[in-house]
């Protein structure tokens, strides 16, 4: 085993922020039963914190998670996500016990791929924690991370793309996108508090025998090409009514939490914007041209909330924060995110 120095000083720090899918197309099906997906997807500046930190001396690695339940240490992708990056590492270097926190602030089970995006910063992070960071000797390289990712699971080779991707194949296949010009889209995201998980809306989906939607695909393609010409977030806006439809498994989702549908509809009322899903939901996202006006409609949101006037569905109020599309994800150092939430 390599006798180099192991890793920084202090503790690596990243921010895994969630992901929007702004189009969801389902193309096909694969002979293993994974779906076939067109979809373009784009980071938020709402994001969960991790650090990793070196534990001399133990032989154990240790996670304590703040914040949204994750559920129990052995189901969470990080620590399956130090396993796969000691696994790359390939005897490089050193690969001693990490002390790991994760604050989560984004929901969990909630199409907002959270534990992918933690499941990527991890694997990053601590290839860097062991002295084994992107272009340093020893860093097994792009090629090898992803291959690690696609086994973590189809939402985490996208955070590895630096920003707003093309994600196709079951999501092994990311073409990164140039980011939304221009000041950085608003986003409300709007999440109820229950639980859908995404292979049983992949199920109903299946069962359906729906025919893959030719126009959600077009649609998705389309906006792929429009970001490669260089779009705004003013023109990105106008096609929020577009986009919201732009989601095939909404159908399947709405089968799964009848619940869903009535309360879309209320935010449709409320804020006179249209709604969208983010991958199998629930959390149903509204596209404004700005973080102002994403704040404004939080508040509108919460007020609603407050007054009884707007119900959700789930087991109490909604999740309800404004955030934005970021045009990259954050690197090792720590920022604040301008979140609003309930």
């Known amino acids: 085993m390599s006798s180099a120095p192991v890793g920084p000083l202090g503790p690596v720090v990243r921010l895994a922020p969630a992901k929007l899918n702004l189009t969801l197309a389902v193309v096909g099906r694969r002979p293993d039963g994974y779906h076939l997906l067109h979809s373009v997807m784009v980071p938020l500046a709402l994001a969960d914190r991790i650090s990793l930190a070196i534990l001399p001396g133990e032989r154990a690695d240790r996670l304590h998670v703040t914040g949204f339940a994750a559920g129990p240490d052995r189901d969470n992708l990080v620590v399956r996500a130090i396993a796969e990056a000691r696994a790359a590492a390939g ?102 508090r229950l639980v859908v998980p995404t292979a049983d809306v992949f199920a109903v989906h299946a069962a359906s025998g729906v025919p893959p939607n030719g126009a959600t695909r077009l649609t ?18 106008d096609r929020a009514g577009i986009l919201a439809a732009a989601n095939d498994l909404l159908g399947a989702t709405a089968i799964l939490v009848p619940g869903l549908v009535a309360f879309r509809r209320a935010l449709t009322r409320l804020l006179g914007r249209p709604i969208g899903q983010s991958g199998s939901g629930p959390t149903l996202w509204v596209l404004y041209p700005s973080h102002g006006d994403a704040e404004a409609a939080a508040r509108t949101v919460t007020s609603a909330l407050a007054a009884g006037t707007l119900v959700g569905p789930g087991d109490g109020e909604p999740f309800v924060a404004a955030t934005s599309i970021t045009g990259e994800l954050p690197g090792p150092s720590v920022g604040n995110d301008t979140r609003s939430e309930r």
Request: charged fraction near 20%; proline fraction near 9%; include cysteine.
């Open 91 to 192: 005897g490089a270097a050193e690969t001693p016990a990490l002390a790991v926190r994760l604050e989560k602030r984004i929901p969990v089970a909630a199409g907002l791929a959270g534990g992918s995006s933690d499941a990527a910063a991890a694997l990053d992070g601590a290839l860097e924690a062991w002295g084994l960071a992107a272009g340093t000797p020893g860093d097994p390289g792009l090629a090898v991370r992803a291959e690690a990712a696609a086994r973590l699971g189809s939402d985490v080779p996208f955070f590895l793309a630096g920003g707003p991707a093309c994600v196709e194949g079951r999501g092994e296949r990311v073409t990164p996108l140039p980011a939304v010009r221009g000041t950085p889209p608003g986003i409300l995201l709007v999440t109820p």
């Open 220 to 237: 998705s393609e389309h906006l792929a090409a429009e970001l490669r010409d260089g779009l705004d977030s003013r023109r990105l806006a």
